[in-house]
């Protein structure tokens, strides 16, 4: 089973320039529609789960927006 | 079943060499890959307050805004000569070069060979996105034969206007250079090798085995005229034939220090 | 600290080293080569850097760089050499720091030839790289002089972050005469705090000569002007010779004045009152004093190794208040004492005609004697 | 007191050094001095000289048309110079190395076989002191032990050992005019 | 003819086609590229030769060796670029071939900015390469003068076998204005007798700027300068506006004059008898139309978008005739038709003081207006 | 026995092309062999009326006086930029540029390569004698590491100045260049080879098939401080090892056209 | 008579060619006319404007502080004209992309929806057509008839069939506002 | 049996390098011992027989200052 992940886009720093998106091989991400940031983009989001933390988005990403989480089940809180 | 809790680890995150700016690169340029790298290799080696950078004209004119270390602006094409003047005077810093293929391959051919020749102890990344950027997009020597630019207005004509430079291929030939490459910034995996490349050029620079240029193929969307994922594919699908990468030099000194 | 029989191209290149030079760039060119060569044994000797750069281009971006770093550097080339430069001299111009470069001229334009010439006075002083700056020229004119001012330049530098040119010309270079080399200097181990040194404890340094803004680049051309307005003020040399008693005076500057010299010595043997000025700094331009000479004066002979550069900024401050006189030889050619004293003479007898440019009547008078002719194009 | 000296020859006939000597000696005794010589392409292969100007006041040009006094180590230096010597001047002239004589008549001509002589005081090399000795004979700017002992102070450690043909070669020439 | 609505830097580049341009050499640099992009399609296309150069100073070197054999040849650059061709510039002169090159002004010193400028007045009138030579300088004011001036600049250049270099500024070049462009010229068939295109049925020629002879070299100078002096007397060119009856008289070239126009049109409104001279050539300079000039007006302003370059030019020929104002905005900045006026109106009331240098209060005036202040060094 | 009278036929004699001047250079530099050889390539040739050379500055710098053809004389390293202005104003005229190490490697880097790169249609005849010759003997980048020059006194030290550019090696390198090669001046075997060179080189121009560049290894006795036989042996010992003579660069259309 | 009119908006809304628009109509009818954008990086991305000078006699600056008639494609361009245009002038807004309300009571404010407007007569590549008729109806310059003649003859063949689109765009805007 | 020839120095040219001198397989070039040249050269002169015409010297020669002849016997002198 793949790692379980989630990305932060950086509101300020992304351009909208689709890379993040075109690249995800769970494609979770989207470049929100109605949101604009300051510079007139509308800014690439995770818009739903399925992120396996592989930071392919990140990797890609020319403006360091993004950042990229491991999310590991904190066992004491099942037991 | 009970909602699970999650411990969020890190996996990835801007560096700290970077500044808290916005870059003046159009959507989806891979300068910006290529400076995120720098960044990343300067967080990892923790060369931040010992590091130079010489930052050419073209689109990258303005890096000095973006990493967060010591800057100077060279004239057009002249990056390694002022590379070369601040190492001989410094020779214990890290000093680099962010040149792009008008720069590097065009006005300033003499100037880098002749700092490749010298085997100064430098470090040069090399953009090569095959035209000239900030000027809106005309021929460089890098310019792939037919591709049209607004000085090629019907393709790079080879018998007027001649073939592209190689210039890994071209400096790796010659002997004083220690460690010359080209990657490419059009996918994750490429990505990553390119990111090895510039650490290793850094790591032969740390140790005084002289010159190392990374050569990186980059994109260009907006003088291209394509979207940014079409501006990769293009890449991928017309540069890397020109452009084949690979390792033109690894001098035996680089190799026997392990790097 | 007894006396040496030095040559000029060495002696500017060991005064350099001896105020603390920590880098020099350059690459051959007659007639100044014997600095590098000279530069290229001791630099390394005493472990500063030294590279021969692949041109001029690359030397003065060289230079740059390395004085980026708050390293006294230098670079020393002859005419075709230092208009390699210009780009690189306006760059660094704009990014205030502070270069000596020396010029040892020779015969131009174009390729010419190696023999002294001091027709980059208006490259120099006027016109040069693109933009608005304005570098601090000297001149001397003896190997002692060369070697003070060399020795000095780099504290000028310094002290007003602009680049400092010394002018010579190729018979200075080649010349030995008997001076004294000053003590060493410790070499600086501080950087200056705009250095680019690397940003270890502070925010980041930059030395950049953009502003895409152009009000930015506007305040930057004022800056560089406030700078060079101090330095009007503060930093005019010249040499007077004879002037006391004088009613006439020659102006000319380095090897054409100290030529000169000889000519007012012969003058004043025939009984003509006449003396020398000679402008040690072309730029800043003694300007006030010229005046004061042109209205001390009846007549004024300009002497100089070219058509007569110098000669519009002795009439531009003289205003007319004396009538003036011109003799120049161009293109490598250099003047005899026999040639300005008979200037001399024909200056204390005959009267100028106030109509006609002194370039033009000296035209005449030297294309008449040299049997030269023109027809109209 | 000014003398303009110009010592002309081939390269490699030790031109230069030889108006070197003068100057030094010109600076040991404190004399204002200047040495210059013609420089470039025009001395491969062709004909060298140097200007020395000795004065006890600051010297004005370094160059003169017309100089007090030449030496003339081969026949193309006699052609250029012997018309511009000042009259009275001093013109020393290297009759190994020319087959004519000298024409003027209002100076100071002084012949000697300078390369002949220099073999005979036991090195060619040292034909440059025979004619600076006989130019000293001829116009003393200084005595001869003035140059012998400035030629010894600069000579550097390594030439030390071509210092005792120098000076035979010096007196010698020295002595033939005198 | 019909006219076009044509971008500047188009405009002279088609003028120049029209003219017969049978080569072209450049490189990119903003803000003329659009002129270098437009050969690249027109020339081939004409089966004319174009390269884009690895560099300007490849560009002029290509210059020089095209000219050599008689074609018409030019390239078009902007500042550091045209630095950067300050050698080949100094040797195209001394061989004498003709040459046109066009400056496309940006904000300088140093990389500066791409905004428009005029702060290379004294580069190419003054300064630039090494040694004494003069190019003819042209400085047009809208898109017609630049397209007429272009298409005449070859002949010029011909006519006097020297360098025609047009100097505008960067809004000249990307500005669209109604214009006509002239009829096609026919390729000259013809090489000139001293062209270098092969030694058949003749002795061969030579284009070079060397003479190791010195005598021979000064030679060169003087029928460089006798050229010069032709040219002075025959190709002064300037412009007058509202000057018949006017008391007050406002001096700028290129960009800067247009602009006073403006303000002079402004300041007779208000009735302040004031009227515009632009010189048209900046070298040779309308030297005596300036003393005429100053001899008339009751105060003089001279306008530029630089320090004050032109400005010591029209205060040297100027001769104190009468005072003289100054307003300029160096680095990029565009003066506007409002600040041009309010120092009209200064100029007419208020009085001028004598012995400080237009200069100086100009520098005063706008520091403080800009707030800006300075310490000693 | 009778004496016996004998026809004489010229076996060889001076080039007519060669203008009845002495040369500049010293006794014994084979600067002086290269222009013999050019000289009969034009002389056989027959294209004097159409050959224009392009002099550089160093001892090659009156290289006009000794030719019977038009010429020019370039900037410091710019000949092949002027010979590209004058082949591209007059295409079917001979261009050749002559140049030396200095010119051509040094401040010259970067015209020579890109005008390589354009497969100018030039000939260039590149004399590499591992110094700057006209100046009196410093260092060039063609110097050998530890040889003595004026500018490396105690020899080239590698380390700071780097390590000989092989220049034929990186012009052939450059796709767009048709022909290029290098031999040496040192005896008469090698002489002949460098002339069908130097032929080799003018066919290519003709038929226009590009950029061509023959270097050649010659002597500078006067500055290597030897006589001239031994700067010969000199060359031999020393620089053939550095400086491999060879064919680098053979265009299958320059192969194909049988030249 | 002499009009200043300063076009702007971002890249891509056809600023440029709303101003050459109005250029190529006062040339045609032998007026003096200027055209300049702003040019360099500072366009990349960023907002662009150009400024049109159309007068009967030379003209002089082709650049002006204060315009007599502004066209704000968006709010950037308001916020920067807005306080700029001489009084008695002309301001255009584009209400589709600005959310406030232009402040000036001494000029004359038109306000328009121009990116619906335009969408509605078919494409909303005319916005800038449907600003530039807005200012002939408030400014009248030429009429709008001379526009479309214009138009019809600089717009080269391959844009032809763009032609329909803008004229009714044209059209749109000056009604809108007549 | 080889070739028999001649070779004719040009004194104009002959800068006295002595490059023939030490090619000539036969060694019958040598720099003149007594006659100087308007330079003041000793040109090279062949000074006894037994050239063989085959060049070397011209071919080494940088001044281009040897003319090499063949020396062919003529049948009908002999007859
Ligand atoms: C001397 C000089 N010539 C030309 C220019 C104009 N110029 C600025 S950037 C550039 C080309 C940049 O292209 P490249 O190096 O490929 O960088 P990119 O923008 O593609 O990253 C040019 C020609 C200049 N600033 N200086
Ligand atoms: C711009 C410029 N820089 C330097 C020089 C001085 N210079 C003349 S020749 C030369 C070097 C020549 O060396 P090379 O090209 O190897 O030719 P060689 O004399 O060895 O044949 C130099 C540096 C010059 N004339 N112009
Ligand atoms: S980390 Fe991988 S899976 Fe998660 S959003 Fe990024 S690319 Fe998609
Ligand atoms: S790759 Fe980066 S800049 Fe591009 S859309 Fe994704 S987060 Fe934004
Ligand atoms: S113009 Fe091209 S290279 Fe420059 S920032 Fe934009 S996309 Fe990147
Ligand atoms: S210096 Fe050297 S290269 Fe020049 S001519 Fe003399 S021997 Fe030949
Ligand atoms: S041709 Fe041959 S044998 Fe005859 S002299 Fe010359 S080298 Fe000697
Ligand atoms: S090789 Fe030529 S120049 Fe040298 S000695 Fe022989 S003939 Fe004379
Ligand atoms: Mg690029
Ligand atoms: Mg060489």
Known sequence: MPAKGKIVVNDFYCKACGLCVSVCPTQVIQLAPERLNVRGYHPAEQFQDGCIACATCAMVCPDAAITVYRLTPVAEQEA | MTELQYKETVVFERPTALTPTQTTYCPGCTHGVAHRLIAEVIDEMGIRDDTIGVAPVGCAVFAYRFFDVDFVEAAHGRAPAMATGIKRSLPDRFVFTYQGDGDLVSIGMAEITHAAARGENITVIFINNANYGMTGGQMAPTTLPGQKTTSSPTGRDVELAGYPIQMAELIASIQGTSYVVRRSLHDARNIRQAKKAIRTAFEVQKRGLGFAMVELLSTCPTNWHLTPPDAMNWLKENMLPVYPLGDYKIHDAVKSAGI | ?377 | ?178
């Open chain 3, 1 to 377: 600290m007894t006396k040496e029989l030095i040559k000029g191209n060495i002696a500017f290149a060991e005064a350099a080293i001896r105020a603390g030079l920590q880098a020099y760039f350059g690459y051959p060119i007659t007639p100044q080569t014997e600095a590098l060569e000279w530069m290229s044994g001791r630099m390394p000797e005493l472990g500063r850097a030294f590279v021969q750069a692949e041109s001029e281009l690359g030397a003065i971006n060289m230079v740059y760089g390395s004085a980026c770093t708050g390293a006294r550097t230098m670079t020393s080339s002859s005419s075709p050499g230092i208009s390699l430069m210009q780009e690189g001299l306006s760059y660094i111009a704009t990014s205030e720091v502070p270069v000596v470069v020396v010029n040892v001229m020779r015969g131009g334009p174009g390729l010419g030839n190696i023999a002294p010439a001091q027709s980059d006075y208006n490259q120099a002083v006027h016109g040069g790289g693109h933009g608005d700056y304005s570098p601090i020229v000297l001149a001397p004119a003896n190997i002692q002089e060369l070697i003070d001012i060399t020795y000095e330049s780099f504290d000028l530098a310094e002290k007003y972050r602009c680049i400092v040119m010394i002018a010579i010309d190729g018979s200075m270079g080649q010349m030995m005469e008997p001076a004294e080399l000053p003590p060493f200097r410790e070499i600086k181990k501080e950087h200056p705090a705009w250095a680019i040194v690397g940003a270890k404890g502070r925010k980041p340094n930059l030395i950049c000569s953009l502003n895409i803004d152009e009000v930015e680049h506007e305040k930057v051309n004022l800056r560089l002007l406030a700078r060079w307005n101090q330095i009007r003020k503060n930093e005019v040399r010249f040499k007077e010779y004879y002037l006391d008693d004088a009613d006439f005076a020659v102006v000319g500057f380095g090897t054409a004045g100290r030529i000169a010299l000889s000519a007012v010595r012969a003058a004043r043997e025939k009984g003509i009152k006449v003396g020398l000025f000679r402008p040690v700094t072309l730029a800043p331009f003694p300007e006030k004093q010229i005046e004061a000479l042109a209205a001390r004066m009846k007549g004024l002979l300009v002497v100089e190794m070219n058509t007569g550069q110098m000669l519009d900024d002795v009439m531009r401050f003289g205003k007319d208040l004396s009538p003036v006189r011109f003799y120049g030889r161009p293109g490598g050619v250099i003047p005899l004492p026999e040639e300005i004293l008979r200037e001399i003479e024909a200056l204390a007898t005959e009267t100028i005609p106030a109509d006609i440019h002194p370039r033009d009547l000296w035209f005449d008078r030297l294309t008449a004697e040299l049997g030269l002719t023109y027809e109209a194009a």
């Open chain 4, 1 to 178: 007191m000014q003398n303009e000296i110009i010592v002309s020859g081939f390269g490699g006939q030790g031109v230069l050094f030889g108006g070197q000597l003068l100057a030094y000696t010109a600076m040991d005794h404190g004399l204002h001095v200047t040495w210059i010589p013609s420089y470039g392409p025009e001395m491969r292969g062709g004909t060298a000289n140097c200007t020395v100007i000795i004065a006890d006041e600051e010297i004005g040009s370094p160059l003169v048309r017309r100089p007090g006094a030449v030496i003339a180590m081969n026949k193309p230096s006699l052609d250029k110079y012997e018309q511009l010597v000042k009259p009275g001047g001093v013109l020393i002239v290297n009759t190994s190395m020319v087959d004519r004589s000298a024409e003027r008549e209002d100076i100071n001509v002084v012949s000697l076989p300078a390369n002949d002589i220099a073999e005979q005081v036991g090195s060619s090399k040292s034909l440059n002191m025979v004619m600076v000795g006989a130019l000293l004979s001829a116009l003393p700017v200084f005595p001869l032990e003035a140059i012998i002992e400035s030629m010894d102070i600069h000579t550097p450690e390594r030439n030390k050992r071509f210092l005792p043909d120098n000076v035979k070669a010096l007196r010698a020439g020295f002595n033939h005019s005198a």
